[in-house]
């Protein structure tokens, strides 16, 4: 039962990317991405039900492996996916409209975005960490040609230095994974199972403490590439905000989570083997780094997209922070962040993307007065801002509640004061930014057309479940976040 | 073959591959630098079949076809497809001189190959040299690709990091799982085609390979 959903996750938007080619269906192309990634959407909940039901889930030969912490990464992987898609429909066609684009550019477009989808979902569900490892690489070369779809020289720029760093980097995450290898086969043998995510963690303790350690260096720096941790963040700025507005929402509000799960996986194995401290202690440095670095060009940024994407290294910062710190009410605000960053950045971006196109800017000087023009988008832009910034009542500000206690309670106190001043920094340029973007004085002549549905649905979606996991969390999505830190934990 | 005398060639095979490197380091023509990395992809499939033959494993022996085909034939011929197609220069565009470059290289290669010590690590076969080598070889690709200009050039720098990665793997643990090493193989062959379009592209837009033209972005 749960190999058909797995298929289904898969094998939907592969079969979209094909079918799209189909010359009939050209024209329809963003329908038919669309009912691929619903499909992939259900699949997804279906095997969240079974997780919650029934615990972890091995299936096709152990190749597959779902426990909560998979369900948590592919279930927003899937509705970002299911979000983003609906809001390619009118952004698309409007780049199209606008000559960005043109009408052959589409069908390419969509089938890229399914091709992406399929690469991605793999990430959570495979239970080979060499295979995750290459399903990791195939997303950044597939996302690079949706970064540089507009074939303009920055975005050839952004394109380019994503495809060179993002390669590099996750070379290194692959020594990191050969060394794991290594690691592993006196105890395992030299068969693929060595690789197997299970049969590590049953012999974690085993494996040569000096090995590991010196595998999770190179793990982390490697993913931590992909993830945007700072100091290896940057082709980050540039590729998200270059990108077409739904794919920003993708790479940031989905991509950087799947290489901060491998990152997490390998901590589970690192933490059994060599003690917990060396694992934390790295994951602590690069995400207060990755922070505090990105506090300086929030601060004097005036790009609406640069400006989340600087948003995206400090929040992956946070989620390494709060990993980190560790202990029962840090693992759970990582998790907790994790979502809600997912949730918010990805409406973001697409708010921003349809106020970018209606201004043909993304300097924010230029669009003042927002909520004025554009009541819909100014109201979203408004309320993104407040939930990123960590005010009550949205899940933020619980999670970096929880940031700061846990990490009092962990005898971190320093860490968890700097993070705080950091990230109440970060928060306070933020608010500042999206003020003078909403409520400035708008300039002469400017107007932005009324959203249609789909770019109202999509857009408010996300923000509509954040409000909900904030306010009234439903006991499943507290369980599945509880297990989730379980497993990071490493007693999963 | 016997795993003393697989040892020693191996350990024979992976030097190779570092003067090579440093060849690469020399070389001040694409066309030169490419042909170089074939031979030293060429000695990688080498020291697979001295493995494969020690260890009788047939899962080397697919690993190293494909390695021929991929790392020896697919992907220096795309570059070198670039060029042809491309009224570009052959120049690698190096931002340090020849000389500084190779005694850079040969100074890292010596410091890297003598003090790294195997470390934690004792290769399977008696290669025991070799994990600093390829630490050596994973270096002087980053050194290629710091130190150029020109866009391929720096591809070329890329895939000499991962000839000295799957020199690790191959005498850590007799390379990877083979679905694994597969599926690693494909996606460099993919990256190195999407390097292959966009350097075409690069040429439409800028005239030129040089990535000091892509510095707009910034902030």
């Not at chain 1, 060179?164 to 990191?176: D, E």
């Not at chain 1, 809600?340 to 409406?347: D, N, V």
């Not at chain 2, 290669?127 to 200009?149: E, F, K, N, Q, S």
């Amino acid at each position: 039962m749960i190999e058909f959903a797995l298929a289904g996750l898969l094998i939907a938007p592969l079969a979209a990317a094909i079918l799209i080619q189909a010359r009939p269906l050209r024209d329809a192309a963003g329908a038919v991405a669309l009912v691929a990634v619903s499909i992939s959407l259900a699949s997804a909940l279906a095997i969240a039900a079974r997780v919650q039901d029934e615990g972890p889930q091995s299936a096709f030969d152990g190749w597959v492996y779902v426990d909560s912490l998979s369900v948590v990464i592919l279930v927003l992987i899937a509705l970002v996916g299911v979000c983003a898609t609906l809001n390619s429909i009118p952004y698309i066609r409007r780049d199209i409209a606008d000559g960005h684009l043109g009408a052959a550019d589409s069908p390419r477009y969509y089938s890229l975005l399914m091709v992406f989808m399929a690469t991605m979902v793999v990430v959570p569900v495979i239970n080979n960490l060499g295979v995750m490892w290459v399903a990791i690489e195939a997303t950044t070369v597939v996302s690079v040609l949706l970064v540089s779809i507009y074939r303009t020289g920055p975005s050839l720029e952004a394109a380019w230095k994503y495809l060179v760093l993002g390669s590099v980097g996750i070379a290194l995450a692959l020594f990191g994974t050969m060394m794991t290898y290594y690691a592993s086969s006196p105890l395992l043998g030299d068969d693929s199972s060595g690789l197997s995510w299970t049969d590590l963690r049953a012999v974690a303790s085993q494996l040569d403490p000096d090995v590991m350690r010196l595998a999770f260096v190179f793990v982390l720096v490697g993913y931590g590439t992909k993830a945007g941790l700072a100091p290896m963040h940057t082709w980050l700025p540039d590729a998200h905000s270059q990108a077409p507005s739904p794919v920003s929402a993708l790479l940031s509000g989905v991509l950087l989570n799947c290489a901060l799960y491998a990152v997490l996986r390998f901590r589970v194995l690192t933490a059994a083997s060599a003690g917990d401290a060396y694992a934390d202690d790295l994951l602590i440095a690069f995400g207060l780094f990755s922070v505090g670095l990105a506090v300086p060009f929030l601060v004097v940024q005036h790009d609406i997209k640069r400006m989340l994407a600087y948003h995206s290294v400090e929040h992956m910062g946070i989620i390494a922070l709060a990993a980190g710190i560790g202990g029962p009410v840090g693992l759970y605000a990582a998790m907790l962040h994790l979502v809600a960053h997912s949730l918010t950045k990805s409406s973001l971006f697409m708010a921003a993307g349809s106020v970018v196109q209606a201004f043909n800017t993304r300097s924010m000087h230029r669009m003042h007065g927002i909520a004025k023009l554009a009541p819909f988008h100014g109201a979203s832009l408004i309320l993104g801002a407040v939930a990123l910034a960590g005010l009550p009542p949205f899940a933020m500000f619980t999670s970096e509640y929880g940031l700061i206690s846990g990490s009092f309670s962990a005898g971190h106190a320093a860490i968890g004061v700097a993070g705080l001043l950091l990230i109440a920094l970060a928060a306070a340029s933020l608010l500042y930014h999206t003020v003078q973007v909403a409520y400035g004085q708008p300039r002469a002549g400017r107007s932005v057309p009324r959203p249609g549905a789909a770019a109202l649905l999509s857009i408010s979606l996300p923000l509509v479940l954040l409000l909900l996991v904030s306010v009234d969390p439903p006991n499943e999505f507290e369980a599945a976040l509880r297990d989730a830190a379980t497993v990071i934990g490493g007693s999963g | 073959m016997s795993d003393d005398l697989a040892g020693t060639l191996i350990n024979d095979l992976a030097t190779g591959m570092v003067i090579l490197a440093i060849g690469i380091v020399w070389s001040r023509s694409l066309g030169w630098a490419l042909l170089l990395f074939c031979v030293q992809s060429l000695l990688l499939v080498g020291a697979a079949l001295c493995a494969g033959l020690a260890t009788g494993a047939s899962h080397i022996y697919v690993g190293a076809t494909l390695t021929l085909v991929v790392k020896v034939f697919a992907a220096p011929v795309l570059l070198w497809l670039v060029l042809l197609r491309l009224p570009t220069s052959h120049d690698v565009q190096a931002s340090i001189g020849q000389r500084t470059g190779v005694i850079l290289a040969v100074v890292l290669a010596l410091i890297l190959g003598q003090s790294l010590d195997t470390g934690p690590f004792r290769t399977a076969i008696g290669a025991d040299r070799v994990l600093p080598t390829a630490v050596t070889l994973m270096v002087i690709g980053l050194l290629v690709m710091v130190t150029h200009r020109q866009a391929l050039t720096q591809i070329v720098g890329f895939l000499m990091i991962e000839n000295g990665m799957a020199l690790a793997a191959l005498t850590a643990t007799y390379g990877m799982p083979l679905v694994v090493e597969m599926g690693v193989l494909l996606d460099l062959l993919l990256a190195v085609f999407v390097a292959f379009v966009y350097s075409t592209r690069m040429h439409t837009i800028f005239g030129s390979l040089d990535t000091d033209r892509l510095r707009t972005l910034k902030g």
